[in-house]
């Protein structure tokens, strides 16, 4: 049922000042990687890595075995037969009365308003009858689907669902069974006409040969691990946010899928037996997005924090057809859960408007709103053991690290967990976790160097105590983007340990993962396309239930594997296993959960793009079984061939694996998490350049709308971004012949594989400065052969496509603000569907001319200069030639033709307290002359704000002593008070993709609207 506080629509998206651009590559296995940048002018003769957008920002990420050959829709298990509507119906099962918590509606007892004293809790509500009112358990849904009898069936009938009502038929003669199809050789027909094995009974069960002393026979005659003693009414252990929880007895997982909208539940009670049990609607509204579940330590009632805007609670998770319950509607993008030890309490984490809820679970009420830093992601609430809830902490990440000196510097940031007692003042202790000096050693330009690198994208937060020690530890994305850009130092995998009693950082056990994978698995075999993975993306860890040790299990959603780190009680930190040094799962791991049992260990690990749960036995160090949870889009019926490609356009993006890094260091999403942005600011060769939010690259509903990618607008095609994947993290690529081998430049061209020239029978393809077209490359087939790889740079872009901006933040002072942003002029600049005057305004083509002797005529775009008299609007330096190119550029030399248009300068080149304007190789970067617009989608998650990351908040963007070029752009005499600049902001923060655009003024359209390509 809705909640009474109501339901928000689905608002999304939010906006950037700053960013860097898409980017990555990713084949057969992999995922696009994102971290290379180069953004400057493809002549400048710097090195492969150029002429990449500064969206890029991957790191030097890696080039995972080139030869698994990994396919977007592999691993998926769709055998076990559960239809992923199975169980529930996304508006079904909600009770109007349902959830009431008895606080409503006074102390009379009345049909219209029945309320029970004490309140009736989750899986009941309060009905009025014969005058007095009463708790009534909710009865699942009579649907056709999953057919629900109230009062239940007995042991010899089924409930039955016919023209829209539910009944109980006889199943079979419980005294003269007979089953149909009869049982086969070794089989009886039981009561319920069922077969069954005939040795088994299921009230005397004997297992051959017989259990060992920690094992019991169960009822299918199988031997499995003791369960635990019985259940007191508090978890086992500390709770925290991930995609995957399991039950206090180990009897039940449970899955968010994020791109189906709902939650899988398994029955994992017996090992090698594991079954999917239902699948549930995360919402009564779609497109809702589940990030995080846990489960209720009465094993059954589950909670999940939808991204879309709210809490809903699944009952009767134990049995066959869980229902939702009840839903909560909330602002801002929920992603993380975790409960207090006794379950009464639910805290959750808004991603984009800093706030943490507080929720009463009987009857999912929100008792409070904290704000919290900026943008918190994950959390954990500690458990001591009691069943007392008033003497635990709550720890949250905040997802970005905060700047701590200049940008673009390895040591330049820090992690940030907060700390907030659960009874009591909400008073906040920050524990700062130090950037790490020397994060990773390893060949860099040629030489062996030594690079540092800071926490950012705090992923997951997990408490665990062993051997008398109660720790905290967090997981991060190592960021390195001092450069130089190289795959295997740019990016990285870090968990950095608190000491929990003292809310202090252990500096000694901070770790670099892939340092540690380095040091303890060498490359033996000198083959980097096989063998050895480094962790690309980590997203949470979990622990081995047994206080005796610290072993535990750390998911990397791009190189798609489990690594084992174990802590000694001497504080020493190994990883791998002798067995199997790295665990192989799923497509895309978000999270993982393991038994609270000693014995018999398992982990359940929820893929998100191959749709299934791996499970995971610690005895064999592998994964053992592939559940399905919910259908890919391949097995849908009927197929929808565009969520297909969109589908396998994200497996590429996301994946470090095959041809899109080297080893598995870099992917896409490891600067563009969920398709958004990291918010660093890296050292490419074009200069400091921020990640840009690709939220904001196509307009919604409009495929053709493109915006101009990276700062300087020097590409016009998702496709140039293949030489990210082979520059950057060594990938193969996917530009790929028809044996196999890449598609390169002919001897004698220009070694940067922006400047490839491809030759086939009858066509030099020039792709030099925006001339040429990598999409038609792709789309020919006697340049680019094979037929598995060719097309996957096509379904990136059907992905990127398919990337929402975050929900905005709601305001009051959003309309005041919205005004100011128009007397400001801001449209000049940030406007349109996609928030952004910049366009692609033309469809790149085939040009045949030969290199080097031509590279483009300068009015091959424009047939007359644009009249200076027209950009009235505008400020006076905005770029304006005849040619419309960007000028000297540093160096004398035009860097940008076709795209220049785009161009603006707003004084932000070379802003106080930005990174230095210095390119990777240190000379002066590129971008004097103007930027390339950025969209407004997306920008709660952008801090730091312009290309150099100069303004660290949204307040410092209006800043009229350092930033009054940027400020007055639109408006020369335009000023803000502190209550007008923060009307502004909040303006700004309610932009999303369902905010009604502001018009693109037509005197600040520069680039030619009615374009026709000149041959």
């Known amino acids: 049922m809705r909640s009474s506080i109501g339901f928000h629509t689905l608002i999304g998206l939010g906006l950037f000042l700053a960013g860097c651009s898409t980017t990555g590559s990713n084949d057969e296995g992999g995922g696009v990687q994102d971290t290379n940048g180069s953004d400057g002018d493809v002549t400048d003769g710097s090195d492969g890595t150029d002429a990449v957008d500064a969206t890029d920002g991957s790191d030097a990420t890696d080039g995972i075995v080139a030869t698994d050959g990994s396919d977007a829709t592999d691993e998926s298990d769709a055998t076990d037969g559960i239809d992923a509507t199975d169980g529930i119906d996304a508006t079904d099962g909600i009770d109007a009365t349902d959830g009431s918590d008895g606080t409503d509606g006074g102390p009379t007892c009345t049909p219209e308003t029945p309320v029970c004293e004490p309140d009736c809790g989750i899986g009941a509500s309060c009905v009025y009858e014969a005058g007095a009112c009463s708790c009534k358990a909710v009865v699942p849904p009579c649907t056709e689907l999953n057919p629900a009898c109230d009062p239940g069936c007995s042991g ?40 069954v094995a005939e040795p088994c009974a299921a009230d005397a069960p004997v297992c051959e040969p017989g259990c060992t002393a920690e094992q019991v026979c169960n009822s299918d005659c199988a031997c499995e691990a003791k369960p635990p003693d019985p259940i007191p009414d508090v978890l086992l252990r500390p709770s925290r946010s991930s995609s995957v929880d399991i039950s ?31 699948t549930v609607a995360s919402s009564l509204e779609a497109l809702y997005e589940p990030m995080s579940v846990v489960i209720h330590p009465n094993g059954k009632t589950a909670f999940v924090a939808n991204r879309g805007g709210s809490v809903v609670a699944i009952a009767g998770i134990d049995t066959a057809a869980p229902w939702l319950a009840t839903e909560l509607a909330l602002d801002g993008e929920p992603v993380g859960t975790a409960l207090s030890p006794t379950g009464a309490t639910l805290y959750v984490t808004d991603w984009v408007g800093g706030r943490l809820y507080v929720i009463d679970t009987d009857g999912l009420t929100l008792t409070a709103t904290h704000a919290l830093g900026t943008n918190p992601f994950a959390i954990a609430v500690t458990n001591d053991g009691d069943a007392a809830d008033d003497d635990e902490q709550v720890l949250v990440t905040e997802f970005y690290g905060r700047p701590e000196g200049k940008e673009a510097q390895d040591l330049g940031r820090q992690g940030i967990v907060y700390a907030a007692p659960t009874a009591g003042a909400f008073a906040v202790t920050e524990i700062p976790l130090a950037a790490l000096a020397s994060c990773f050693t390893g060949d860099l330009a040629g030489s062996v160097q030594t690079t540092g690198c800071f926490p950012n994208q705090l992923t997951g937060i997990t408490v665990h105590t062993a051997f008398g020690k109660t720790r905290a530890y967090v997981v991060s994305v190592g960021a390195a983007p001092q450069g130089p850009v190289a795959f295997n130092h740019n990016m990285q995998a870090n968990v950095s340990v608190i000491d929990v009693p003292t809310l202090k950082e252990i500096p000694a056990l901070a770790k670099n993962l892939n340092q540690l994978v380095k040091d303890q698995q060498p490359d033996s075999d000198g083959d980097d396309s096989k063998g050895r993975r480094f962790l690309n993306m980590p997203m949470g860890i979990a622990f081995v239930g047994n206080p005796d040790i610290a072993v535990g299990y750390v998911p990397a959603a791009g190189s798609d594997i489990l690594l084992r780190i174990a802590y000694g009680e001497d504080d020493s930190v190994t990883v791998g296993s002798a067995t199997n040094f790295n665990i192989p799962v799923g497509q895309n791991p978000q999270g993982l959960a393991t038994k609270n049992a000693k014995l018999n260990a398992r982990a359940y690990v929820g893929n998100l793009i191959s749709r299934d749960l791996s499970v995971v036995s610690f005895a064999d160090q592998a994964t053992v079984a592939t559940v399905e949870s919910t259908p890919t889009p391949e097995e849908e019926v009927p197929v929808d061939a565009d969520a297909v490609d969109a589908w396998k356009g994200k497996r590429f993006f996301n994946t470090s694996t095959g041809i899109w890094a080297k080893e598995g260091w870099g992917s896409c999403q490891g600067c563009h998490f969920l398709g958004l942005s990291d918010s660093v600011t890296w050292s490419f060769a074009a200069g400091p350049r921020q990640t840009i939010s690709l939220d904001g690259q196509y307009a919604t509903g409009n495929p053709s709308d493109m915006r101009a990618l990276n700062w300087t607008a020097v590409f016009d095609e998702t496709h140039d971004f293949e030489g990210n994947t082979r520059g950057t993290s060594g990938g193969k690529g996917a530009i790929q012949r028809a044996d196999g081998t890449p598609v390169a430049s002919p001897a004698g061209a220009p070694a940067p594989f922006a400047q490839i020239t491809v030759e086939d029978a009858t066509t030099v393809e020039n792709h030099q400065a925006l001339n040429g077209s990598m999409k038609h490359l792709v789309n020919t087939p006697a340049i680019c052969g094979n037929t598995k790889t060719c097309p996957d740079w096509n379904q990136i872009d059907d992905y990127i496509r398919t990337v929402r901006s975050p929900r905005a933040v709601t305001s009051a002072d959003a309309e005041v603000g919205r005004a100011l942003f128009l007397d400001g002029g801001c449209q000049k600049c ?34 007359t200069a644009k009249d200076p008299n027209l950009l009235k609007a505008l400020p006076a330096n905005t770029n304006k030639d005849a040619t419309l190119v960007a000028g000297d550029d540093s160096t004398g030399t035009p860097a940008l033709r076709r795209q220049a248009c785009n161009l603006r300068d707003v004084g932000t080149f070379g802003a106080v307290g930005g990174s230095d304007e210095k390119r990777a190789n ?71 993709e369902n905010t ?20």
């Not at 007895?249 to 189906?260: K, R």
């Not at 963007?957 to 930033?963: E, S």
């Not at 009615?1010 to 041959?1015: R, S, V």
């Open 156 to 195: 010899t009938e089924t409930c039955v669902y016919a023209a829209g009502v539910c009944a109980c038929e006889a199943k079979c003669d419980a005294g003269a069974p007979a089953c149909d199809p009869a049982c086969g050789a070794g089989e009886v027909c039981d009561a319920t006409c069922n077969c």
């Open 248 to 278: 206090p007895d180990d009897q039940i997982v449970a899955m968010v899928n994020s791109d189906g909208d709902s939650v899988s539940f398994f029955d994992v009670g017996t090992s090698d037996a594991e079954v999917r049990t239902a």
């Open 830 to 863: 940030h406007s349109g569907p996609k928030w952004t005057t910049s366009s692609t305004f033309y469809q790149p083509q085939i040009f045949t001319g030969a290199l080097p002797t031509r590279v483009f005529e300068a009015q091959r775009a424009f047939t």
């Open 922 to 992: 240190g000379t002066e970067a590129q971008g004097k002359n103007g930027f390339n617009p950025p969209s407004l989608l997306g920008i709660a998650l952008g801090a730091p704000y312009f290309h150099n990351g100069a303004a660290l908040t949204l307040a410092d963007v209006f800043d009229a002593t350092r930033f009054n070029q940027h400020l007055t752009a639109g408006n020369p005499n335009f000023t803000l008070s502190s209550t007008e600049r923060d009307q502004l902001i909040a303006f700004l923060l309610s932009v999303d």
């Open 996 to 1015: 009604t655009p502001v018009t693109i003024p037509a005197d600040s359209k520069l680039c030619p609207e009615n374009f026709t390509q000149l041959p």
